[in-house]
């Protein structure tokens, strides 16, 4: 059993499973492709033994390169794009819900996917009123009314 441990393939897989669970909680999308590239150093060594410097070139070669092959496609798929051009596409046309009566020239709270936010309305609401979401100015967002179509 302890051989199998201190085997080069073993190492390498282990380095590359820790290398993935440590992707969990690091953000960013980096770190799984030098998983990757560890992974691949233990296919190589299945079938051919190399010495340390080829497998730390195997493995630098093939992180990088699934780096700048694959971290592009990754990140489009895996996580939702909210473009540029409107940052605030999340907010714009979604349902608040009132938590005070607030309107006119006065400020209030509204709830929005569970956070109490500073809401603005140019019309009276009241608590538990629906409100459309118009736009995101900072850390408040400008509402109205919301009106079945």
Do not use: H
Not at 124 to 144: A, E, F, N, Y
């Amino acid at each position: 059993m302890s051989t199998v441990l201190t085997q080069d393939y073993m190492i390498w897989f282990l380095a590359g499973l820790l290398l993935f669970i440590l992707e969990f909680l690091v953000p960013g999308v980096i770190i799984m492709f030098f998983g990757i590239g560890a992974w691949c150093v233990v296919i190589v060594l299945l079938v051919f033994n190399l010495s340390f410097g080829i497998q730390l070139l195997i493995f630098l070669t093939t992180s990088i390169v699934s780096i700048l092959l694959l971290r592009k496609k990754i990140m489009t798929r895996w996580f939702s794009k909210i473009t540029e051009e409107n940052p605030d596409e999340e907010f714009v046309g979604r349902q608040a819900e009132a938590l005070e009566a607030f309107g006119l020239d006065k400020y209030g709270k509204v709830a929005f996917k569970g956070t109490s936010w500073d809401g603005e309305c140019s019309e009276p609401v009241q608590p538990g009123d629906k409100l459309r979401i118009i736009r995101r100015d900072g850390l408040r967002l400008i509402v109205k009314p919301w009106e079945r179509s």
